[in-house]
């Protein structure tokens, strides 16, 4: 199983950012896949899940109506389309699929900032 994330970076506030999770060896269409984060100094926490067919979807609070969580089952991807980024949105997003354990990516750096 692996799981690599792209499109991080620095983005000013109010800005916007795609992320990326490129997912192998295993079934992806069959998998509920989630984005979590993490802040230096807090525990890691869940940002947004989506379904195996991608028809259901669920959003922490803080960022309900900001972040839009979406698949392409052909391509194995999931993504993360953050706007209207705010700087309590600094964090390493990680990209997470449940099988028989967690699998999680190395990360991408989100750093929003002026």
């Known amino acids: 199983v692996q799981l690599v994330e792209s499109g991080g970076g620095l983005v000013q506030p109010g800005g916007s950012l795609r992320l990326s999770c490129a997912a192998s060896g295993f079934i992806f269409s069959s998998y509920g896949m989630n984005w979590y984060r993490q802040s230096p100094g807090k525990e890691r926490e869940l940002v947004a899940s989506?379904?195996?067919?991608?028809?259901?979807?669920n959003y922490a609070d803080f960022v309900k109506g900001r972040f839009t969580i979406s698949r392409d089952n052909v391509k194995k991807t999931v993504y993360l389309q953050m706007s209207s980024l705010k700087a309590e949105d600094t964090a390493v997003y990680y990209c997470n699929v449940k099988l028989w354990r967690d699998y999680w990516g190395q990360g991408t750096q989100v750093i929003v900032s002026s």
């Open positions: 989506i379904a195996s067919s991608g028809g259901t979807t």
